[in-house]
């Protein structure tokens, strides 16, 4: 169990679908975050959401669109995306202190066919 | 914003040897250093991490230095063994600064294989 939760751990969908990936932190954190991990790239901050409030958006694409519904909770939602848009999406959550390093989940492996 | 410059890309030692991962960053309010190891198909998780209040750090096989002025920063393993396998990443943040996000710059990772 590593306190932070992505479903589904892979997803393949075509360029024209509709899919939301999922992350629940089990941790008591108060701030969650998206990144995109891609071969040879350093891992990227997509969003980060502090107190359920989006904090940063790293001008990401509008085809992907996060929701924060509260602290624990925290959605991707995908549209119309791009084969380059093929990843490992990692969600994670740190606590508003100073100095609080992030807890990763295990990531969704996304393929855009 | 931060830039984090990561090398090797690639390291390959003998078990039991040493290994010496390298970083540099290049926003001097940089206050926050952490290590992560990603081990395959799974999550990167957090191994050491160092403040730029102190300049070294040591836990079991694995320490950290931090040279502020130089604005570079390592991650050195000792006594290298097979399961230390696995692909590094440094990063570098600025914590305290109100949000309470901690928003992680990172390196493009160093892929280790410790050769039995």
């Known amino acids: 169990e590593t306190g932070v939760t992505q479903t589904p751990r892979h997803l393949v969908m075509g360029m024209t679908n509709k899919k939301s990936l999922k992350c629940e932190q089990h941790?008591?954190?108060?701030?969650m975050y998206w990144y995109k991990q891609s071969a040879k790239k350093p891992l990227e901050l997509m969003f980060v959401y502090s107190l359920e409030e989006r904090v940063e958006n790293n001008s990401v694409p509008s085809r992907f669109s996060p929701e924060c519904p509260n602290s624990s909770h925290l959605f991707l939602h995908l549209h119309t995306l791009q084969p380059e848009d093929s990843a490992l999406y990692l969600c994670?959550?740190?606590?508003?202190?100073?100095?609080?390093?992030?807890?990763f989940g295990n990531g969704t492996r996304l393929t855009v066919t | 914003g931060e830039n984090v410059e990561q090398h090797p890309s690639t390291l390959s030692v003998q078990e039991g040897d040493s290994a010496v991962i390298k970083c540099t960053y290049s926003?001097?309010?940089?206050?926050?250093f952490p290590w992560y190891k990603q081990e395959l198909g799974k999550r990167p998780q957090l191994i050491i991490d160092i403040r730029s209040n102190v300049g070294e750090k040591k836990d079991q096989r694995i320490a950290v230095t931090l040279n502020k002025t130089a604005k570079h920063f390592s991650l050195h393993i000792t006594e290298t063994q097979p399961e230390d396998s696995a692909v590094y990443f440094c990063?570098?943040?600025?914590?305290?600064?109100?949000?309470?996000?901690?928003?992680?710059?990172f390196g493009t990772g160093t892929r280790l294989t410790v050769i039995p």
């Open positions: 994670a959550s740190s606590h508003q202190t100073t100095g609080e390093s992030l807890h």
């Open positions: 941790l008591g954190h108060n701030a």
């Open positions: 990063a570098a943040s600025i914590v305290g600064m109100g949000t309470g996000a901690n928003n992680l710059f």
């Open positions: 926003d001097s309010a940089s206050n926050y």
